[in-house]
């Protein structure tokens, strides 16, 4: 049987202070693709959440306001992030995207960015599907473990060097319904 983990001891970004902030996210992408077509390519399983609250706070094109909002299709890739001791993390591609990437302005939707290997990889990936446009928008930066330097366009929060859990994210997959972002103390 697995070792139980202290769950989840204190909040570090509330309900209400996310979800202000994915509006103030979803804003700002409605104003900067008003009347185009995006693709949100969300980065599974970590951004779900984050995902489906963004969406929603971008301004739909759609009744009742059929003649403006921007025109937002789902797709999603899955990645695999794997560490060996003293080498840099190794990213691996499980699901892919699609071809429908082509010629469109996909927005990578993550829920956070630590050592930027997963994006560098996945930029580097897309480049091999022509989009005609990628911007990334993160819920959470991390940038104190940054290894490589990466672009990152839209960012909800930036975060002190802790580990953190809820809203999406996991630790050995527990925790990612919670409503919030909490601290994980004493691993
Ligand atoms: P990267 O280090 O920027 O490549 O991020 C790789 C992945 O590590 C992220 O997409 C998350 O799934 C995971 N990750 C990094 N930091 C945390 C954390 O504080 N909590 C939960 N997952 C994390």
Request: aromatic share 8%; with cysteine; hydrophobic share 35%.
């Amino acid at each position: 049987m697995p070792a139980t983990k202290p769950p989840p001891e204190s909040v570090l970004i509330s309900e209400s202070r996310l979800q202000h902030r994915i509006r103030e996210l979803g804003a700002q992408i409605s104003t900067d693709y008003e009347n185009q077509e995006l693709v949100l390519l969300g980065v599974l399983r970590g951004s779900v959440l984050f995902f489906a609250d963004l969406a929603r706070a971008i301004s739909a094109t759609g009744p009742p306001n059929p003649d403006c909002g921007v025109r937002v299709r789902f797709e999603f890739v899955q990645l695999r992030s794997y560490h060996e001791s003293t080498k840099p993390s190794k990213v691996q591609l499980i699901h892919g995207g699609s071809d429908y990437l082509e010629h469109r302005h996909v927005l990578i939707v993550e829920d956070i960015v630590d050592t930027g290997y997963t994006l560098k990889f996945l930029r580097e990936h897309l480049g091999t599907l022509n989009p005609k446009t990628v911007k990334v928008c993160t819920l959470l930066d991390k940038p104190a473990q940054r290894q490589v330097p990466v672009a990152i366009d839209y960012i909800g929060f930036e975060i002190p060097d802790t580990f953190v859990v809820g809203y999406g994210l996991d630790y050995a997959q527990q925790y990612r319904n919670l409503p919030y972002i909490a601290l994980l103390e004493s691993i």
